[in-house]
């Protein structure tokens, strides 16, 4: 499963990414008093959700092809054991 490893990472990164800028750019409007801010943590999920679905295309698909490559296999496992299994009877 390394494509979801790599996937999961790149989406960690760029949301941490993604709240380090909105937070400073929070900080810099408002008169932050805590360090983790409700508002900015909710902007930088939603940018980075953006961002992910846009830049991050080629890796999901690597992943998805992986799961369907997995899906086919399994699927066609099943199928051959039940035909041997048609074919004692």
Do not use: H
Not at 28 to 47: C, E, H, R, S
Request: proline letters at 2%.
């Amino acid at each position: 499963m390394k494509e979801f490893a790599v996937y999961t990472l790149m989406r960690l990164v760029l949301f941490v990414v993604t709240y380090g800028i909105v937070l400073g750019v929070y900080a810099l409007i408002t008169d932050i008093k805590a360090p983790i801010q409700f508002i900015p943590l909710v902007i930088a999920f939603l940018i980075s959700g953006i961002l992910s679905y846009l830049v991050l295309d080629r890796q999901r698909e690597a992943f998805a092809q992986r799961i369907d490559d997995r899906a086919k296999r399994i699927s066609e496992g099943y199928e051959k054991a039940r035909s041997r299994e048609d074919d004692e009877d």
